[in-house]
T-cell receptor, first 111, second 116 residues
Framework: AQTVTQSQPEMSVQEAETVTLSCTYD???????LFWYKQPPSRQMILVIR??????QNATENRFSVNFQKAAKSFSLKISDSQLGDAAMYFC????????FGAGTRLTVKP | KAGVTQTPRYLIKTRGQQVTLSCSPI?????VSWYQQTPGQGLQFLFE???????NKGNFPGRFSGRQFSNSRSEMNVSTLELGDSALYLC???????????????FGPGTRLTVL
């Protein structure tokens, strides 16, 4: 079974600084997709970024980028120039036949 | 384009009752997945439907069931409710289902179920 591990239950970052959220996963498959979702206090889950496992190039979406290390089964999220609106729970997810989520990392942004 | 909608948003039931939750996917999306979110267990996959057929099922008891209609709308039903069924139930839609789909899942706001 595929498992997703987020080892940081909570993280804190100063506004305008950079923070990295960690995620590792376990799978025996070679083709899959990885996602980072954000869940603000309003509870609506929002897609932040996604990465196809067959692509070596790391995905980037504005201030959000990933460091995808397929051999190490690692998929970290870097948030640059952190903003107050980035405060939320962040979930790492793996998708092949179904979607598996990590336990989440609660990110606090300090003004 | 309208997002994923879920009804009702909040629900209070008592033990032993049954409940039906509804999910309307984004227009054109044919796959609907359901998740249970609790503080203790996190996000857990319930099942996924595509073209009115259940494609995948998570590790939940048979009290949890679902279906999908020809217009891709989906319902999930929980019978004989237990206190532990209190959770946020999230629905997500995508163009196609599982496998090596390139399609991202888009989530609805959820239905908060409280079982007393």
């Amino acid at each position: 079974a595929q498992t997703v591990t987020q080892s940081q239950p909570e993280m804190s970052v100063q506004e305008a600084e950079t923070v990295t959220l960690s995620c590792t996963y376990d799978t025996s498959e070679s083709d899959y997709y990885l996602f980072w979702y954000k869940q603000p206090p309003s509870r609506q889950m929002i897609l932040v970024i996604r990465q196809e496992a067959y692509k070596q190039q790391n995905a980037t979406e504005n201030r959000f980028s990933v460091n995808f290390q397929k051999a190490a089964k690692s998929f970290s999220l870097k948030i640059s120039d952190s903003q107050l609106g980035d405060a939320a729970m962040y979930f790492c997810a793996y998708r092949s036949n179904d979607m598996r989520f990590g336990a989440g990392t609660r990110l606090t942004v300090k003004p | 384009k309208a997002g994923v909608t879920q009804t009702p948003r909040y629900l209070i039931k008592t033990r032993g009752q049954q409940v039906t939750l509804s999910c309307s996917p984004i227009s054109g999306h044919r796959s609907v997945s359901w998740y249970q979110q609790t503080p203790g267990q996190g996000l857990q996959f319930l099942f996924e439907y595509f073209s009115e057929t259940q494609r995948n099922k998570g590790n939940f008891p048979g009290r949890f069931s679902g279906r999908q209609f020809s217009n891709s709308r989906s319902e999930m039903n929980v019978s004989t409710l237990e206190l532990g069924d209190s959770a946020l139930y999230l629905c997500a839609s995508s163009l196609t289902a599982g496998g090596f789909s390139t399609d991202t899942q888009y989530f609805g706001p959820g239905t908060r179920l409280t079982v007393l």
